[in-house]
């Protein structure tokens, strides 16, 4: 399966610090997408970065892809409790069609 | 911004009951999706469509079905809800295929008793 995994299950971290979340997969990907769901809502885009990228950013957010490692990581540098969400990583497999979703990082910004 | 809007955010039925999620999307996406999302097995594809009146099977279609009569609408069925479809329920639509970024809802969370 190309499902992504996400590492650790969950992190609590304090307010300001860096958070560090990472991916791993097993197939060849097309793209890597990572998304936020805050609790009980629908989830939300961060970031997707493409097989031949190896690094993107987008605010705080810092998203690096190592396809040689099958291994992407978030990075949220200076975490603020807004951050408190669960974060996914989903892959799209380079034969296939569609999104496949890992189980998600619980992050808990402590104040 | 994109807007994809579901009509019931909690719901609660009986077994055997017929249940319609609705699903609407502001911007002219070809793509929507149902997935749903229960703790410990992530979010699994149900059923997805691409176009008006065209719709494919996700990983779990068994127990529903779905109509897309209209673009920017996408419903999914409960023929006869079971305790097991209790389940938060989460729409989506891309732009750009099905491999693309996507849009969801603020989900439906469903409770069959």
């Known amino acids: 399966s190309q499902q992504g995994e996400e590492d650790p299950q969950a992190l609590s971290i304090q307010e300001g610090e860096n958070a560090t979340m990472n991916c791993s997969y097993k197939?060849?990907?097309?793209?890597l997408q990572w998304y936020r769901q805050n609790s009980g809502r629908g989830l939300v885009h961060l970031i997707l970065?493409?097989?031949?990228?190896r690094e993107k950013h987008s605010g705080r957010l810092r998203v690096t892809l190592d396809t040689s490692k099958k291994s992407s990581s978030l990075l949220i540098t200076a975490s603020r409790a807004a951050d408190t969400a669960s974060y996914f990583c989903?892959?799209?497999?380079?034969?296939?069609?569609?999104?496949?979703f890992g189980k998600g990082t619980r992050l808990h910004i402590l104040p | 911004d994109v807007k994809v809007t579901q009509s019931s955010r909690y719901l609660v039925k009986r077994t055997g009951e017929k249940v319609f999620l609705e699903c609407v999307q502001d911007?002219?996406?070809?793509?929507m999706f149902w997935y749903r999302q229960d703790p410990g097995l992530g979010l699994r594809l149900i059923y997805f469509?691409?176009?008006?009146?065209?719709?494919e099977k996700g990983d779990i279609p068994e127990g529903y079905s779905v109509s897309r009569e209209k673009k920017e609408r996408f419903s999914l069925i409960l023929e006869s809800a079971s305790t097991n479809q209790t389940s938060m329920y989460l729409c989506?639509?891309?732009?750009?295929?099905?491999?693309?970024?996507?849009?969801f809802g603020e989900g439906s969370r469903l409770t069959v008793l």
């Open positions: 197939t060849s990907i097309n793209n």
């Open positions: 989903a892959t799209v497999g380079s034969r296939d069609d569609k999104i496949i």
């Open positions: 911007m002219d996406h070809e793509n």
């Open positions: 989506a639509s891309s732009l750009t295929g099905l491999t693309g970024e996507l849009f």
């Open positions: 469509s691409y176009d008006v009146k065209m719709k």
């Open positions: 970065i493409r097989s031949n990228e």
